[in-house]
């Protein structure tokens, strides 16, 4: 079958790319269904009423009773009212411990930190001179000691023997003399031979008398045993001091304890007051501490603390108050105090650092505050934020002892009374606040 179509004077390149620009037509759009057009016309009235209900929930109770507080309670416990402070270790007194003689050192045979007893050779110097000299100081009490033995076992017998001789040969004079006498009466001789006699008696008594006293001198309390015993005495002193000297060349610990300084080696050359060791003795031990001169009041005599080391802050250990310095640091504002330590640990050495709390005082069932809520307290009136209700009221309050960071309440609160802290916001008399109660204090404080 034949078509007849009509013609045209378009090329058919043309139509083909007419046919192909020729738009597609799109499909009608749908209608919206009834109840999704309904949302869409409630939902921005929903929206409303959601944020409404929503800033009633978060802004209405601080709105009608005010913000939320976090408050402290009011409690009671046990308080204990402590200074606390640090210091070191330190023996009771130290050695310090020098030569006595200019000399050179020749060993030093102890090591800083090491434990001596006492008389334990520290020092050593070279004593060749005075080694000599003591030599030489024995030579001469031995020579006075025979001295003396010359004046007791031979001088002394032979003043003995001559005394006896003396004594006989004036007796004999006498005998002589007597006779004489008896003949010159009868006329037998002449005056000049009895004369001659007389003279022979004189002399005999006199060699008795000199006898008499070289015995003397030569016994106990006469001029030569004197001169012998002191003589002695005289070798003896200088024979202990040459002794000393060379003593003096070997330096001992006077008590035992700890070296805790050595400023001294082999072939120094060393004078005398020259500090060549510092000794701590063993024995006491206590603990200087400086205080701050505000707590002043609060210390007395015998009163107990407890003390760790630094290095060893788990291990405590007893101590008691027993020095206070009547004086006060005028650059640090601080009183030196002093601790004994009658059980200290092994482990605690010279110089330690230490902390200390000392116990000032006490209180057993006492109303507890948190010293952060009381205002005015430097000023000597202090007082509260009491928490009336949905009110903060002011309450002034009496108080007592202070410590780790609560204040004893003498007057104005009760047990489970709660208190806005000083350090709250935008809270003042007469605000509106909703308490949040914080976690009690602690029952008993430690620190001041």
């Keep these: ?67 939320s507080v976090t408050v402290t ?8 009212q402590s200074v606390v402070a640090s210091g070191h270790v330190e023996a009771p007194h130290r050695v310090r411990i020098g030569a006595q003689l200019a000399g050179e050192v020749r060993a030093v045979p102890v090591d800083e930190g090491q434990e001596v007893a006492a008389g334990q050779v520290l020092v050593r110097l070279v004593d060749a001179e005075w080694a000599a000299a003591a030599a030489q100081a024995d030579a001469a009490v031995l020579q006075a000691e025979a001295r003396l033995r010359q ?15 003396a004594e006989i040969s004036a007796e004999n004079a006498r005998a002589q003399w007597r006779r ?11 005056q000049a031979a009895l004369d001659d006699w007389k003279k022979t008696v004189d002399l005999g008594e006199a060699l008795v008398r000199s006898a008499r ?18 003589a002695l005495a005289g070798a003896h002193a200088a024979a202990a001091a040459a002794h000393s000297r060379l003593n003096y060349a070997t330096i001992k610990a006077p008590v035992a304890g700890t070296l805790i300084e050595r400023s001294v080696e082999p072939g120094d050359a060393v004078q005398p007051g020259k500090t060549l060791m510092v000794l701590s003795p063993a024995g006491e031990t206590q603990l200087v501490v400086q205080i701050d001169e505000k707590n002043l009041g609060m210390l007395a005599i015998g009163q107990q603390a407890v003390a760790s080391a630094d290095a060893y ?7 008691e108050l027993v020095y206070i310095n009547p004086g006060v640091d005028v650059q640090r504002g601080s009183i030196e105090v002093k601790l004994a330590v009658p059980h200290p640990p092994a482990n605690v050495r010279q110089d330690m650092t230490v902390s200390v709390q000392i116990q000032t005082a006490s209180r057993s069932h006492a109303l507890l505050l948190a010293s952060d809520a009381v205002r005015d307290a430097d000023r000597g ?62 029952p008993e404080g430690r620190a001041s």
């Design 381 to 442: 009136q202090p007082w509260v934020l009491k928490v009336d209700g949905h009110h903060a009221r002011r309450q002034s309050v009496r108080l007592g002892l202070h410590s780790g960071g609560l204040s004893e309440v003498i007057e104005g609160l009760q047990a489970g009374d709660l208190v806005v802290p000083a350090s709250t916001p935008d809270i003042f008399e007469g605000s509106r606040l909703r308490a949040r109660p914080r976690a009690k204090p602690e």
């Design 213 to 230: 006293r070289q015995l003397a001198s030569a016994q106990p309390g006469g001029s030569d045993h004197t001169l012998a015993t002191t």
């Design 180 to 190: 004489n006498a008896a003949l010159r009466e009868q006329g037998f001789i002449g």
């Design 1 to 67: 079958m034949k078509l007849n179509l009509p013609s045209t004077d378009v090329h058919p390149a043309e139509l083909a790319t007419r046919a192909a620009w020729q738009p597609t037509a799109s499909p009608p759009p749908a209608p919206d269904s009834g109840l999704l057009a309904k949302l869409r016309r409630k939902a921005p009235v929903a929206l409303a009423i959601l944020t409404l209900i929503a800033s009633a929930i978060v802004f209405g109770p601080r709105l009608l009773w005010g913000p």
């Design 151 to 165: 004046v007791l076992e031979v001088q002394k017998p032979v003043a003995e023997q001559a005394l006896r001789q």
């Design 73 to 80: 309670p009011v409690v009671r416990g046990d308080l204990v």
């Design 313 to 319: 802050a788990d291990q405590r250990f007893a101590a």
